[in-house]
Structures are given as C-alpha cells and as structure tokens.
C-alpha cells in the first residue's frame, strides 16, 4: 500500500498502514485537512484555524500508534483532536464572539452577490448569532459547531468528544432551545 492510492484506501487500511510506514499520513492530511480547517475556521479566526488545523495533524501523527483502525473512520478521531485545541483558545473565542456581538452588521458591498437577501439577513444576524453562542456552555458550542461546521453526524460527534449519541442530542436539544430564546425573531423574519 503506497500514498498514491489515496481515495481507494480506507481511513480503517490507513491507520493500520501509517503505524509502519508513516508517509501514509499524508493521505490522511490530504483527504481531511480541509474539513478541520474549515471547522475551526468557524469557530475561530483564520490565522488561529490555519495554526490549529495544522496543529491537529502535528497532534494526530504523534499519536498515531494510538488510534485504533477498527474504530474505521479517522474523521471523528481528528475532530476530536481539533474540538480539544480550540478549548484550549476557549478565552480567545468567547472574547471574539462578545467583540462580534457589540459590532453592528458589515456595510454591504456593492454588487449583485452581495444584494441577496439571504446575505443581508446573515450579515443582520450575525451581531445576535455570536452573542448567543457565547451564551452556551462549552459542551453545548462544541456539539452545535461541530454538527453545523464540521457537518458531523450525531455519532461523529459523540466519538469526536467522548460522549454518547444521546448526549449530543440533549446537548444541542438544549442548545437550540437556548439560540431561539436568544436569537431575535424579528430579525431573522424581517
């Protein structure tokens, strides 16, 4: 088994090859870093998503010998890795979710894209979304981003961190009871 199969290869084939041959690891980086940039990318900014991301995979290959190729998909495992390094920015990202919510909405830009009113109601929201994700735990955050910026499922979720499925169901159960009180919903209707 080489690196140039890349697709063809499971992650389940590739963890029990990279123990052996590590140069296997760059398919894992290429087939999953753009999904944990982009994660963390929502949860933070893009320099600290670059530097965390990158980190994930520093992480991940340190501790390879450690994941177990019969849990099959590598996917929660990293997420799980990068989840616990934005923890650790935790301060950083609750600081930078109540600078968002004192700011008012960006101007619009001129042009078409920009005009669409699905943008505009983003760019309202945006003030009201970041103050509201501040007001959850850190459990509940980690369950609601994880699912709506990593596009985990219910299982993904738990294994990425360590909780059962119904646990990531009550979590974000309570999550979005605790956005929509917050959320104003004249804004989002217009």
């Not at 979710?97 to 920009?114: D, F, K, Q, V, W």
């Not at 003030?127 to 985990?152: C, F, I, N």
Request: aromatic share 6%; hydrophobic share 40%.
């Amino acid at each position: 088994m080489t690196a140039d199969v890349g697709e063809q290869v499971t992650d389940a084939e590739l963890a029990a090859g990279f123990a052996r041959d590590p140069e296997l690891f760059t398919v894992v980086h290429d087939r999953h870093f753009r999904d944990i940039y982009l994660y963390v990318a929502g949860r933070l900014d893009a320099q600290a998503a670059e530097d965390i991301a990158a980190e994930t995979f520093l992480t991940a290959f340190s501790r390879r010998g450690s994941f177990d190729p019969g849990r099959g998909s590598l996917r929660p495992w990293l997420f799980g890795i990068a989840t616990n390094l934005v923890a650790r920015h935790r301060r950083k990202e609750a600081r930078h979710y109540r600078t968002l919510s004192r700011l008012g909405p960006e101007p619009t830009a001129e042009g078409h894209e920009n005009r669409v009113v699905t943008s505009v109601a983003a760019q309202r929201l945006q003030p009201q979304l970041a103050k509201a994700l501040a007001t959850l735990s850190r459990g509940e955050r980690d369950v609601v981003l994880l699912v709506a910026l990593g596009q985990l499922s219910y299982d993904e979720v738990a294994e990425a961190l360590g909780i059962s499925p119904g646990t990531v169901g009550s979590r974000l159960s309570r999550a979005r009871a605790k956005l929509h009180d917050v959320i104003d919903q004249e804004a989002v209707h217009g």
